[in-house]
């Protein structure tokens, strides 16, 4: 309990919408997210949002979550990440290194991790050659999850990330820097 947001405020109406979210497959959670999210209160929204992009974002195109965590609702820091998560996020610099193993043909993407070797895991799950390190500002960036035993970044606008190098990575798994 000591790891949960301030914002959170029991609520009848969220208790049954999670229940009902619970006996949701996940590719069709999503779909009941949106469909249920006028009903839901500003920190069930964001609560719910991150704790399904962290579950498997791969169950909506990157659009979809863009939009979704682009929604105009009050606290959304405070209640997409865990305290803990926040309290590293703004511990962290001005200016961010982070990472990136691209899948094949990928052109948009949110997501990054703090962590070359996290970014070197992905490479090989991902069955690709190179891993494109950015810099990042801060302010630049929505959220971190430290959830999954990684330091991932959110940043919704690609565009902000500045292409510095890219590792290629031997057939070992160990970069060629």
């Not at 301030?6 to 590719?27: G, R």
């Not at 803990?84 to 610099?93: I, Q």
């Not at 094949?104 to 069955?127: C, G, H, P, Q, V």
Request: net charge neutral; proline share 2%; aromatic share 10%.
């Amino acid at each position: 309990m000591n790891n949960v947001s301030t914002c959170f405020k029991y609520n009848e109406t969220d208790a049954k919408l999670i229940s009902q979210l619970m006996t949701v497959d996940s590719p069709k959670s999503l779909v009941f997210f949106q469909e249920n999210e006028i009903y839901l209160s500003d920190y069930t929204y964001w609560f719910l949002l991150a704790t399904m992009w962290v579950d498997d974002s791969a169950i909506a195109s990157v659009s979809t979550w863009i939009n979704l965590f682009s929604v105009k609702r009050a606290n959304r820091k405070l209640s997409l990440m865990k305290p803990d998560e926040l309290a590293m996020f703004n511990r962290l610099p001005n200016k961010l290194t982070v990472y990136r193993a691209h899948s094949k043909d990928e052109t948009d993407w949110i997501s990054y991790t703090l962590d070359l070797d996290t970014a070197r895991e992905f490479a090989t799950r991902k069955e690709v050659e190179e891993i494109v390190e950015y810099k990042i500002k801060r302010h630049d960036c929505l959220a971190l999850f430290l959830r999954r035993e990684e330091a991932e970044i959110i940043c919704l606008n690609r565009k902000m990330a500045r292409k510095v190098r890219v590792i290629q990575i031997k057939e070992a798994g160990e970069p060629n820097e």
